[in-house]
């Protein structure tokens, strides 16, 4: 069961992002602040949900929310600041573009670099044990996946349509027969062995 809040006094937004671990296509993050009775009960860290059940909950989520908003960076800023403060940078812009302020962020993660006059609270694991952080997950990893659907009609031999940018065994063969394109994050040294990049 997901936890309703972190506490009960400040309005709360659940804050995630999507894509960090990518060889390709921006990172995206959602900022979410649900009414207290919120709930549905395919809810949870958008990596336990199947695909069809995350856009039932992105539905449900925009319906029911009393706001919600989603950032993205671009693969050049990813490669101008790191892969970390590309994802800040994207929940600050989510967080911005939230029609309703909220008291505190729910974050997470490990780190955050603070916003502006809002107090936030960094949570391991947290959406896996916070509705708003999970719904934000929903949100990002959604929206995010839609994008790379759209790119993998220019790239269409990179395998995005499945792979959504992660660096499966296919998208690493394609890398390798016709090079990096313009949507690949140029600051990553792909390694050949591993699924993810290091930076």
Known sequence: MLAPYYQETLLEAGCDE????????????????????????LLNDSKQVKAKDRYALRSS??????????????????DRINILQASWL???????????????????????????????QCIIKGD????????????AKTYR???????????????????????????RQAIEAYGLCVYHRKSFQIDPAKSEPVQ
């Open 18 to 41: 999507a894509g960090r671990g990518c060889y390709a296509g921006p990172v995206f993050a959602a900022a979410v602040i649900l009414p207290p009775g919120f709930n549905h009960p």
């Open 145 to 171: 996946d839609d994008h790379m659907l759209s790119l993998h009609q220019q790239f269409p031999q990179y395998g995005w349509k499945e792979n959504k940018g992660y660096g499966t065994k296919i998208h």
């Open 61 to 78: 989520i925009e319906e029911n929310a009393l706001a919600w908003a989603v950032g993205k960076a671009s693969e050049e800023e990813i």
């Open 90 to 120: 994207a929940m600050h812009r989510a967080i911005e573009a939230l029609q309703v302020r909220p008291g505190l962020l729910l974050i997470d993660g490990n780190r955050f670099r603070p916003y502006p006059f809002i107090q936030h």
């Open 128 to 139: 896996s044990l916070y509705r708003s952080i999970a719904a934000a997950s929903i949100l």
